[in-house]
T-cell receptor, first 112, second 112 residues
Framework: RKEVEQDPGPFNVPEGATVAFNCTYS??????FFWYRQDCRKEPKLLMS???SGNEDGRFTAQLNRASQYISLLIRDSKLSDSATYLC?????????????FGGGTRLMVKP | DAGVTQSPTHLIKTRGQHVTLRCSPI?????VSWYQQVLGQGPQFIFQ???????GRGNFPDRFSARQFPNYSSELNVNALLLGDSALYLC???????????FGQGTRLTVV
C-alpha cells in the first residue's frame, strides 16, 4: 500500500465548478500535511498547509481528518488557471525536516 | 532574490555512466533535500542535508549519493546509471528543518 494515495484523475470540470480532491495517508504518526500544485513540466509549489481545524485561502479550502487519516482540498469557482496536478504531501514527524512523502497527484483540467 | 537553482536543466547519459547534479539553495537556507520524480508519479524523497550533515535517506540504492558544501549548495551523484533512473530530479531548500520547502525547476535526466 502506498503511504499517500490519491485518485489520479483527470478531473475535467467547466469553469466556475466546484471540485474536491481526496487523499489518504497510511502512517498515523504523520504530523504535517500540505497540498502542492505542479504545472506541467514545472516544479511543485506549496499551495497551502492543512491544519486539523481546517483552513481556507480564497477559493481553496483544506480539511484534515486525523481519525480517518484523510485530507481533502476543495476548489470553488474553478478558473482555467487552476488546471494543474495537485499533490497531497505528508511529513512524518516534526524532526523529519524536509523528508516529505508525496502522493501520486490528481490532475485537474478546467475547461472553458 | 534568486530561488533554488539547479544545473544542468537537461541531461542525456548512457547506461553505466555516472552523473552529478547540482543545486544552489535560496540564500540563507541551510537545508537541502533531493527528490526523484518519474513521469506520472509524485516526487520520491532521496536525501536531506542540514548544516552539511545527512539527516535522512530514502529507499534508494547505494549508487545514489549526495553531499552538502560549506556554502550550503549540494550535489547529487548517481553511479552506474540505469534506464530506470530517467526522471526529473528536484532539489528543495528550506531555511531550517521543518520550514516550508521551496523547489528548484529540476534537472531532467534521460538515460539511454
Amino acid at each position: 500500500r502506498k503511504e499517500v494515495e490519491q485518485d489520479p484523475g483527470p478531473f475535467n470540470v467547466p469553469e466556475g465548478a466546484t471540485v474536491a480532491f481526496n487523499c489518504t495517508y497510511s502512517n498515523s504518526a504523520s504530523q504535517s500535511f500540505f497540498w502542492y500544485r505542479q504545472d506541467c513540466r514545472k516544479e511543485p509549489k506549496l499551495l497551502m498547509s492543512v491544519y486539523s481545524s481546517g483552513n481556507e485561502d480564497g477559493r481553496f479550502t483544506a480539511q484534515l481528518n486525523r481519525a480517518s487519516q484523510y485530507i481533502s482540498l476543495l476548489i470553488r469557482d474553478s478558473k482555467l488557471s487552476d488546471s494543474a496536478t495537485y499533490l497531497c504531501v505528508v511529513r512524518l514527524a516534526r524532526g523529519a525536516g524536509n523528508m516529505l512523502t508525496f502522493g501520486g497527484g490528481t490532475r485537474l483540467m478546467v475547461k472553458p | 532574490d534568486a530561488g533554488v537553482t539547479q544545473s544542468p536543466t537537461h541531461l542525456i547519459k548512457t547506461r553505466g555512466q555516472h552523473v552529478t547534479l547540482r543545486c544552489s539553495p535560496i540564500s540563507g537556507h541551510k537545508s537541502v533535500s533531493w527528490y526523484q520524480q518519474v513521469l506520472g508519479q509524485g516526487p520520491q524523497f532521496i536525501f536531506q542535508y542540514y548544516e552539511k550533515e545527512e539527516r535522512g535517506r530514502g529507499n534508494f540504492p547505494d549508487r545514489f549519493s549526495a553531499r552538502q558544501f560549506p556554502n550550503y549548495s549540494s550535489e547529487l551523484n548517481v553511479n552506474a546509471l540505469l534506464l530506470g533512473d530517467s526522471a526529473l530530479y528536484l532539489c528543495a531548500s528550506s531555511l531550517v528543518e521543518g520550514h516550508e520547502a521551496f523547489f528548484g525547476q529540476g534537472t531532467r535526466l534521460t538515460v539511454v
